[in-house]
């Protein structure tokens, strides 16, 4: 019993510096098994035997302003992008009459900065870099095949 206990007291001070908890288990043949468990985030409930949880996606409105004459004769145009909050997403945008769909990737190593390709059934297509400030919000530059150059704002004016 007191080697428990001075099991435990040892464990203190590194749990509390490394930020997670030790629960007792038992072995087969009996004996007590330490192991950590990290903590979780702040404000986050966790269900004993339930699979951890990712965010779940969040469908952005896309709004691309014109920064060239060619987009200034087009105007404003808007679309969506759905962050799947994995890394990759998916984009929709209403161009001069066609839809362009495709995606939204990350950049290797890069956790905000990201790239984004879309494509219609006629034959439009459109490439932009972004960088998010949040997984709700960003900005960034795209041109269409056409030549017309857009500064893009990703998520709400809120």
Same mark, same amino acid.
């Given at each position: 019993?007191?080697?428990?206990? $001075?099991?435990?007291?040892?464990?203190?001070?590194?749990?509390? #510096?490394? &930020?997670?908890?030790?629960?007792?288990?038992?072995?087969?043949?009996?004996s007590?098994?330490y192991?950590?468990?990290?903590?979780? %985030?702040?404000g986050?409930?966790?269900?004993?035997? &339930?699979?951890a $949880? =990712?965010?779940? %996606?969040a469908?952005?409105?896309?709004?691309?302003?014109?920064s060239n004459?060619? &987009?200034?004769? #087009?105007? #404003?145009? =808007?679309?969506?992008?759905t962050?799947?909050m994995?890394?990759?997403g998916v984009?929709?945008?209403?161009?001069?009459?066609?839809?362009? =769909?495709?995606?939204?990737? $990350?950049?290797?190593?890069?956790?905000?900065?990201?790239?984004?390709? &879309?494509?219609? %059934?006629k @034959?439009?297509?459109?490439?932009c870099e972004?960088?998010?400030?949040?997984?709700y919000? @960003?900005?960034? =530059?795209?041109?269409?095949s056409?030549?017309?150059?857009?500064r893009?704002? #990703?998520?709400?004016?809120?």
């Open positions: 019993m007191q080697g428990t206990v $001075r099991l435990l007291l040892a464990l203190v001070p590194v749990c509390v #510096i490394s &930020a997670c908890y030790v629960v007792p288990e038992r072995a087969p043949d009996g007590v098994i192991q950590h468990y990290p903590l979780p %985030p702040a986050s409930v966790v269900v004993p035997g &339930a699979p $949880r =990712t965010s779940a %996606p469908t952005l409105p896309v709004r691309l302003y014109p004459e060619i &987009a200034s004769q #087009i105007g #404003i145009i =808007t679309g969506s992008v962050n799947m994995t890394g990759k984009f929709n945008v209403n161009f001069m009459g066609e839809v362009l =769909t495709g995606e939204a990737t $990350r950049v290797s190593n890069e956790e905000r900065r990201g790239v984004a390709s &879309a494509f219609s %059934p @034959g439009m297509f459109m490439s972004y960088q998010l400030n949040t997984p919000q @960003g900005v960034g =530059t795209c041109t269409f056409n030549g017309a150059a857009y893009m704002h #990703i998520g709400s004016m809120q």
